[in-house]
């Protein structure tokens, strides 16, 4: 088993008006002995921005501002900028987040040279409603092999009330996350289309186009990476932080989600992924990483998450920052070599 020291919780909601509910899911990006996180922000009535704190080391805390750092501008973000990942290449800071309308959650973009200034890309996930989704998938599924039933869960959940067809109504996409360099020159990059984890390579982002993804939908079973495989992650998986790059492969850590008879449960999980090839999956832990198990943990605006979403690497301490219970920011952490002994064994 993998050592696991949780270090308790580091960022908790203020009494500024727009972190006054929650303070959850970080994104992180380590510049030496500089973190920079990026973390949902949740004031009352469930309305989400981007706050900003940033750290000398893995956990002293030395600046946090008061005010969001990016905010709701546009319709597709009105209620929500949820949950960013953050990457830099070359010399542009690449944060991707969950935007969220109200009924809507899909993957979009944002870049900055600076974290300071940002500019908006837009929505960049698959801009269809169910009935679309449905019935490109379903063309997968004639002519590949069969998708995991779960695939079809929303069409036939949203059929059976009437909204299948409802324009407003698109596909959810969420953790959008990419990796931290181009892959054999192409920008790749992680989502979740529910249950699983698929890939996406390209050459630009203008390459992400309506044609581009209903040719990627059709062939969809080849893009999965990881779907559910055992009762830890039965309901669903999601991609935490930005892959790892190692000599082993891409250390992925991810949620999966557990459902139990009081209620679903969010584990961490850890992956590997071929290095020039990282939809080829070489190996997964066959156990969770941690789960719930501190009262912080357990206890909040929803009960029983460990949602780990950025890391810093100090030597061989890989330090895992996650959002626990939707209210706090926590780290724990891991021999880095430890964790990839363990799932080298699984090779």
Same mark, same amino acid.
């Given at each position: 088993?993998?050592?696991?020291?949780?270090?308790?919780?580091?960022?908790?909601?203020?009494?500024?008006?727009?972190?006054?509910?929650?303070?959850?899911?970080?994104?992180?990006?380590?510049?030496?002995?500089?973190?920079?996180?990026?973390?949902?922000?949740?004031?009352?009535?469930?309305?989400?921005?981007?706050?900003?704190?940033?750290?000398?080391?893995?956990?002293?805390?030395?600046?946090?501002?008061?005010?969001?750092?990016?905010?709701?501008?546009?319709?597709?973000?009105?209620?929500?900028?949820?949950?960013?990942?953050?990457?830099?290449?070359?010399?542009?800071?690449?944060?991707?987040?969950?935007?969220?309308?109200?009924?809507?959650?899909?993957?979009?973009?944002?870049?900055?040279?600076?974290?300071?200034?940002?500019?908006?890309?837009?929505?960049?996930?698959?801009?269809?409603?169910?009935?679309?989704?449905?019935?490109?998938?379903?063309?997968?599924?004639?002519?590949?092999?069969?998708?995991?039933?779960?695939?079809?869960?929303?069409?036939?959940?949203? !059929?059976?009330?009437? *909204?299948?067809?409802? $324009?407003?109504? =698109?596909? %959810?996409?969420?953790?959008?996350?990419?990796? #931290?360099? /181009?892959?054999?020159?192409?920008?790749?990059?992680?989502?979740?289309?529910?249950?699983?984890?698929?890939?996406?390579?390209?050459?630009?982002?203008?390459?992400?186009?309506?044609?581009?993804?209903?040719?990627?939908?059709?062939?969809?079973?080849?893009?999965?990476?990881?779907?559910?495989?055992?009762?830890?992650?039965?309901?669903?998986?999601?991609?935490?932080?930005?892959?790892?790059?190692?000599?082993?492969?891409?250390?992925?850590?991810?949620?999966?989600?557990?459902?139990?008879?009081?209620?679903?449960?969010?584990?961490?999980?850890? !992956?590997?992924?071929? *290095?020039?090839?990282? $939809?080829?999956? =070489?190996? %997964?832990?066959?156990?969770?990483?941690?789960? #719930?198990? /501190?009262?912080?943990?357990?206890?909040?605006?929803?009960?029983?998450?460990?949602?780990?979403?950025?890391?810093?690497?100090?030597?061989?301490?890989?330090?895992?920052?996650?959002?626990?219970?939707?209210?706090?920011?926590?780290?724990?952490?891991?021999?880095?070599?430890?964790?990839?002994?363990?799932?080298?064994?699984?090779?």
């Amino acid at each position: 088993m993998v050592k696991i020291e949780k270090l308790g919780i580091i960022l908790s909601p203020t009494d500024n008006e727009f972190e006054n509910s929650g303070v959850f899911n970080p994104g992180i990006y380590q510049d030496g002995n500089t973190i920079h996180v990026l973390y949902r922000a949740v004031e009352h009535g469930n309305f989400s921005t981007i706050g900003y704190a940033k750290m000398d080391g893995p956990l002293k805390v030395t600046e946090r501002h008061e005010k969001p750092l990016i905010t709701r501008d546009f319709d597709y973000e009105k209620h929500g900028v949820e949950d960013a990942r953050i990457v830099k290449i070359e010399d542009t800071y690449y944060i991707t987040y969950t935007a969220y309308d109200g009924i809507n959650a899909m993957g979009a973009l944002a870049t900055s040279k600076d974290l300071i200034h940002f500019e908006k890309h837009g929505i960049i996930t698959p801009n269809i409603n169910y009935q679309e989704y449905e019935n490109f998938v379903t063309f997968c599924d004639i002519n590949k092999n069969k998708l995991n039933p779960k695939y079809h869960q929303y069409y036939n959940l949203f !059929a059976q009330i009437g *909204l299948v067809e409802d $324009e407003l109504r =698109l596909l %959810r996409d969420k953790d959008v996350v990419l990796f #931290p360099r /181009k892959i054999n020159g192409k920008f790749v990059l992680l989502h979740r289309i529910w249950p699983g984890i698929q890939i996406v390579e390209f050459d630009d982002w203008k390459d992400l186009t309506e044609s581009f993804w209903e040719d990627y939908l059709k062939n969809l079973v080849n893009h999965i990476v990881l779907d559910p495989k055992d009762i830890y992650e039965v309901n669903y998986i999601g991609a935490g932080g930005p892959p790892i790059e190692t000599e082993f492969g891409w250390l992925i850590i991810y949620h999966g989600v557990e459902e139990t008879t009081t209620g679903k449960v969010y584990h961490a999980r850890a !992956a590997l992924l071929q *290095l020039d090839q990282p $939809e080829i999956e =070489l190996s %997964r832990l066959l156990y969770p990483l941690f789960s #719930p198990t /501190k009262e912080w943990e357990i206890e909040g605006k929803v009960r029983n998450i460990v949602f780990p979403t950025g890391h810093a690497l100090f030597g061989n301490d890989l330090y895992l920052y996650y959002g626990v219970a939707d209210k706090h920011v926590a780290v724990a952490k891991l021999d880095i070599n430890e964790l990839l002994l363990e799932l080298r064994k699984q090779c």
